[in-house]
Nanobody
């Protein structure tokens, strides 16, 4: 069992930055690939970024490439999402999720394929 708790959300002006954290319980964190997802009001949850179990492989959707950076610290059981140059369209509840690693390469993660979810943290970007 893995429990995930996100933090770091808040209100920021367009062009600003936030760093989200996701703390995981348990001793097997390094066995999981991790993903960040977001859900805007009235929209479906969408995949944003992924990182493989070692942290050496990452994957992003096009709309956040060059602005967001996913990373992890397995010693601290934590995954991060550094978000720079934020835009109003980035406004959403952000969730982290874990999936037992079966490959070494990070790739898109369908939401229904994840094993564990956090409860989310709200990011609001004002124009």
């Amino acid at each position: 069992q893995v429990q995930l708790v996100e933090s770091g959300g808040g209100l920021v002006q367009a062009g600003g930055s936030l760093r989200l954290s996701c703390a995981a319980s348990g001793r097997t964190f390094s066995r999981y690939g991790m993903g960040w997802f977001r859900q805007a009001p009235g929209k479906e949850r969408e995949f944003v970024a992924a990182i493989n179990w070692s942290g050496k492989s990452t994957y992003y959707i096009d709309s956040v490439k060059g602005r967001f950076t996913i990373s992890r610290d397995n010693a601290k059981n934590t995954v991060y999402l550094q978000m720079n140059s934020l835009k109003p369209e980035d406004t959403a509840v952000y969730y982290c999720a874990a999936r037992l690693a079966t490959t070494t390469q990070a790739s898109v993660m369908p939401p229904d394929g994840m094993d564990y979810w956090g409860k989310g943290t709200l990011v609001t970007v004002s124009s």
